[in-house]
């Protein structure tokens, strides 16, 4: 759509200043312009925050934030510890569970998970949407996408609504059915309503963690020690 020209990119904003009508901006380069209208879009993400954990720097092993991946790390058969059970933390664990010899997920407060169906389109399918562009935006803006994000702003708009009172029953619903363990699912229970945070989403959380080699973790980490 011609839009490539007018991008600037590596250009990190340092100040953005309101000033006789205009916005005054100026980038870490030193470039500066004038506009009328600003859209910050950087998202609330974008700059990693890391835990002030003791000792967590002498730790030998490899150790990154989840936003700074490094790719090259094995861990298969390997002892890991994830902390932090936000969506990132819940998608890691319930992926990298089938292959880690033990993992460790600290968790200081437990989250309400929604059940999702997981499935893969068809190359056929897939094949269908190249071809037909409108279909994929046909699956959001109708259906049971289209529903279910209807009723989850409903139900954050109004916690006494009849949108949130079904939206709670259904994560309790699906941690009582799917957490055999009475003591780990108290583990699980949040002691606060739905949607005081943002609720997680995940097809197979539950069942990855209730496997031999996964242990949760409700304390805070206080420290790291390397043992001899």
Known sequence: YGVSPHILFDAEVVSCRYQDGRWHIETVNGLRDLVDVVIVAAGVLHHPRYPQIEGLDSFKGPCFHS?????????????????????????????????????????????????????????????????????????????????????????????????????????????DDRVADPALRAKLRPNYRAGCRRLIISPNYYEEIQKPNVVIECTGADAVVMEA
């Open 67 to 175: 936003a700074r991946w490094e790719d090259g790390t094995v861990l298969d058969g390997k002892r890991v510890g994830i902390i932090g059970n936000g969506s990132t933390g819940v998608q890691i664990v319930a992926n990298i569970a089938p292959k880690v010899a033990q993992l460790v997920h600290f968790q200081r407060s437990p989250q309400w998970i929604m059940p999702t169906a997981d499935f893969a389109y068809t190359p056929e399918e897939r094949a269908d949407f190249r071809a037909h562009p409108e279909k994929l935006k046909d699956i959001r803006l109708h259906g049971e996408f289209w529903d279910y994000l209807t009723q989850f702003n409903a139900a954050v708009l109004n916690p006494d609504s009849p949108e949130m009172t079904q939206i709670e029953a259904f994560a309790s619903k699906s941690l």
